[in-house]
């Protein structure tokens, strides 16, 4: 199967990308969205690659890269009564709520900034700019790499 690529979403005060690249792998747990949760339990492999979204930060953007290590599994988190994430309707047996692992894979040296996102006619068709609310989203591998090449490089060109 062919790699896929993702836009996932975290507030920078709560999971940043300076903590998956200190803990080098996390789980990407606690999505309660029926459309995030399907990309995640029955399109994300091990491999694709993920543009790591820094919301309600100043500037929101994209700060980095990481890869799926684990395709999507259940969420135990909805299971635990003492979880935020607890989720009394999910049940083990059928869960409701999956989640992914992800891998650290580079910090760019500044955000790819929404702003800068929006000003590239290429990256006019991003779900980024027409579903900005859903957490978890796909991108084509052009925009991508073109995120990933303006993130490698800083805003002054070097």
Do not use: C
């Not at 996390?26 to 309660?32: D, I, K, N, Q, S």
């Not at 900005?132 to 060109?157: C, H, N, T, Y």
């Amino acid at each position: 199967m062919a790699k896929r690529y993702w836009l996932m979403k975290s507030e920078e005060d709560v999971y940043s990308i300076r903590d998956l690249e200190r803990e080098g792998t996390t789980t990407w747990e606690g999505v309660r969205n029926y459309e995030a949760r399907n990309l995640m339990r029955d399109h994300m492999r091990v491999g694709d690659g993920v543009l790591f979204y820094h919301s309600n930060a100043n500037p929101p953007g994209v700060a980095g890269l990481a890869t799926v290590s684990r395709a999507g599994y259940p969420d135990h988190f909805a299971f635990d009564r003492g979880s935020r994430y607890h989720d009394p309707k999910s049940d083990p047996d059928e869960p409701r709520w999956f989640m992914v692992d992800l891998a650290f894979q580079e910090a760019f040296p500044e955000v790819v900034s929404l702003e800068r996102i929006k000003a590239m006619p290429e990256l006019g068709q991003m779900a980024l700019l027409d579903r900005a609310r859903l957490s978890v989203q796909p991108v084509s591998k052009e925009e991508f790499q073109l995120i990933r090449k303006m993130g490698r490089r800083r805003k002054d060109g070097r």
